[in-house]
């Protein structure tokens, strides 16, 4: 994987936020590895939180963005998995804090419920932010071992 890349996956309900964002980390330089879904026919959040899955065990240093109508169901069900820390955000702050403070990898946003301009400053900051780790560590040990 390059240094630059990130995986981005949404159901039906997040399709057309997923194709601009996207479009949008295309334009600041980083490579998107798309795992669905490919149109907006009805599909099931919980295959695209396993993709997301698989793609961080084989990525392990990566980082994901995953997107469903509400942001709610995405972020349930890629936290079923134990090396995932899904992060459901709905400004700037809360994403930065989630890098900062969790260590989280995975981004999530509800496609009906925040605009585009708020979801591009979400993965901005999500981006750009790097985990602080002193006495987030120890926290964020604890949920790598739940």
């Known amino acids: 994987m390059p240094k630059n890349t990130i995986a981005i996956a949404a159901d039906h309900g997040g399709f057309?936020?997923?194709?601009?964002?996207?479009?949008?980390?295309?334009?600041?330089?980083?490579?998107?590895?798309?795992?669905?879904t490919h149109g907006l026919e009805s599909v099931d959040?919980?295959?695209?939180?396993?993709?997301?899955?698989?793609?961080?065990?084989?990525?392990?240093?990566?980082?994901?963005?995953?997107?469903?109508?509400?942001?709610?169901?995405?972020?349930i069900a890629a936290n079923r998995f134990s090396h995932i820390r899904a992060a459901l955000c709905h400004d700037s702050l809360s994403a930065r804090l989630s890098r900062q403070h969790n260590d989280?990898?995975?981004l999530c946003l509800g496609a009906r419920l925040i605009g585009i301009e708020t979801a591009k400053d979400c993965v901005s900051n999500f981006l750009s932010s790097k985990f602080e780790g002193g006495r987030h560590a120890g926290r964020v040990e604890k949920l790598s071992n739940m």
Do not use: F, R
């Open 16 to 36: 057309e936020l997923k194709q601009a964002l996207s479009q949008y980390l295309h334009e600041l330089g980083v490579e998107v590895c798309d795992l669905g």
């Open 104 to 106: 989280a990898n995975v």
């Open 45 to 75: 959040y919980p295959d695209y939180a396993m993709e997301m899955s698989k793609w961080i065990t084989a990525n392990p240093d990566g980082k994901g963005i995953l997107i469903c109508g509400s942001g709610i169901g995405i972020s």
